[in-house]
């Protein structure tokens, strides 16, 4: 009898620590910063967008980050992309969902991607990568946090995107 009482609570504290580390494991992902993005690029019904309102959203290919005048960014024309940087006062989240979003409506049969890169003018030193490719090419967004307090956005397409 003594037997099997032990390994009933020896069975009751392994499911415990599998309960706990199940539960561990789900609340980090809701909460991890990284994650967001697959969930955000899976977007099962496309949302038909807005026409791009000026010439420079047309060479980026998306949209200028809303409050930005668009008349002051500087688009860098070459050869085979078209690359504009600018900051803004709003997280590096809030930017990469917005540009994911933008992305994944106006091109729905890119396939996006997202990763962390280093980069050592960034605050902690990494910079989010979005990606959206095509047999046609690629647009490449970089999103990072400046050491002034603001988000560095680097979106760079190339011209056959």
Known sequence: MKNIESSTKRLLVALAIVIAIVLTLLIWNKFSDIKFLPEIVKNDTPINVS???????????????????????????????????????????????????????????????????EKSDALDGKAKVLTAASKAGKMTVMVWQTKDGLTGVEIEKENKF
Do not use: W
Request: charge should be negative.
């Open 51 to 117: 026409g791009f309102q000026n010439e420079k959203e047309e060479a980026i290919g998306t949209i200028v980050f809303p409050g930005i005048d668009p008349e002051q960014l500087e688009v860098i024309k070459g050869d085979n992309s078209n690359k504009v940087q600018f900051n803004v006062p709003d997280t590096t989240g809030a930017v990469l969902s917005i540009y994911a979003q933008d992305i994944s409506n106006r091109y729905p049969k890119a396939e996006l991607s997202a990763k962390e890169i």
